[in-house]
């Protein structure tokens, strides 16, 4: 089976740099996902590492290391509206799209 | 469409009674997807569809949940004798490709049971 730990909470100040973390147990997977949740609203998608490394997409770059069981979301130039829950995911072998979560972060953007 | 589109977007019942979540994916996703949020936890899986094969139902919690789906559009996720730990969003999702890590939601479907 998957699990996936994340911190439950992680505060920051606009314009820094944050990083949440995502430390993994698991059998095998294709690759580890991050999405963003604001409250009531529904996840969206923000990035996928099929391959260890770092994937960047504008203000948010992802990492992986299977080695190390252990990945990241790297969220640059912090704005209010970051302020929301992040998760991980895991894309297991076989299981198309079938992701397992991890427990979720939720980021709070103080000014 | 233009989204995934969920329906009810809220449903109060009582403890016992049956209700039905409906779910309509992004016009040609092959697959979809239904998940459990409880209030500040993460997302739990449920089942999948993936084109006409069978559904992977390893994630229904009790045989009180079923789910539909008809061909490659809406999908009905049932939940029989609602219990009061059944109180969640119910989130739907679909994809394109199988193999991309990337899943569009739904705004999900609030269930609260008194």
């Known amino acids: 089976g998957q699990s996936l730990e994340q911190p439950s909470e992680v505060t920051a100040v606009e314009g820094a740099i944050v990083q949440i973390n995502c430390t993994y147990q698991t059998s095998g997977f294709y690759g580890l996902s991050w999405y963003q949740q604001h409250d009531g609203g529904a996840p969206t998608f923000l990035s996928y590492?099929?391959?260890?490394g770092l994937e960047e997409t504008g203000r948010f770059s992802s990492f992986l290391s299977r080695s190390d069981s252990y990945g990241y979301l790297l969220l640059q130039e912090l704005q209010m509206k970051d302020s929301a829950s992040y998760f991980c995911?895991?894309?297991?072998?076989?299981?198309?799209?079938?992701?397992?979560f991890g427990t979720g972060t939720q980021l709070k953007v103080e000014l | 469409g233009a989204g995934v589109s969920q329906s009810p977007s809220n449903k109060v019942t009582e403890k016992g009674k049956d209700v039905e979540l409906r779910c309509d994916p992004i016009?040609?996703?092959?697959?979809l997807y239904w998940y459990r949020q409880r209030l500040g936890q993460g997302l739990e899986f449920l089942i999948y569809?993936?084109?006409?094969?069978?559904?992977?139902k390893s994630g229904l919690p009790s045989d009180r949940f079923s789910a539909e789906r008809t061909g490659e559009s809406v999908s009905t996720l049932t939940i029989q004798r609602t219990q009061q730990e059944d109180s969640a969003v119910y989130l739907c999702?679909?994809?394109?490709?199988?193999?991309?890590?990337?899943?569009?939601f739904g705004e999900g479907s609030r269930l609260t049971v008194l």
């Open positions: 016009s040609g996703h092959t697959a």
């Open positions: 999702a679909s994809s394109l490709a199988p193999d991309t890590g990337e899943l569009f």
């Open positions: 590492n099929a391959l260890d």
């Open positions: 995911a895991v894309q297991p072998r076989g299981g198309g799209n079938k992701l397992t």
């Open positions: 569809f993936q084109g006409n094969s069978a559904p992977d």
